[in-house]
């Protein structure tokens, strides 16, 4: 079992940046994808970005490429959503999750299904203009 915890919301103006932090407790060795989701109230669930460690392959949304980067630590204890030049739209609750990469995997895909095994509680984003 994997249990997974964000940290480093905030509220910030337009333009600023945060950093988002989730640590990956327990078994570890059953992850081999990591992701961010988001979700704003009256909007759908939003995958946004997603990595496999293994290959350092990662998937941003439109929504966010070019501006956020997913990374991770070299034991899969942490994953990071480095989030630069915000917007009012990405105000939202941010989850990561975790799960299994199969070979063959379109990331895109697995973030539209959003059927990852494990889930943090979530960490709030404000962005004001």
């Known amino acids: 079992q994997v249990q997974l915890a964000e940290s480093g919301g905030g509220s910030v103006q337009t333009g600023g940046s945060l950093r988002l932090s989730c640590t990956v407790n327990g078994y570890r060795d059953s992850i081999s994808l990591l992701a961010w989701f988001r979700h704003a109230p009256g909007k759908k669930r939003e995958g946004v970005a997603a990595?496999?460690?293994?290959?350092?392959?990662?998937y941003y949304s439109d929504s966010v490429k070019g501006r956020f980067t997913i990374s991770h630590d070299n034991t899969k204890a942490a994953v990071y959503l480095q989030m630069n030049d915000l917007k009012p739209e990405d105000t939202a609750t941010y989850y990561c999750?975790?799960?299994?990469?199969?070979?063959?995997?379109?990331?895109?895909?697995?973030?539209?299904?959003?059927?990852?095994?494990?889930w943090g509680q979530g960490t709030q984003v404000a962005v004001s203009s």
């Open positions: 990595l496999v460690p293994d290959h350092e392959s990662t």
């Open positions: 999750a975790a799960g299994r990469y199969n070979r063959g995997d379109q990331l895109a895909e697995v973030l539209g299904r959003g059927d990852l095994t494990a």
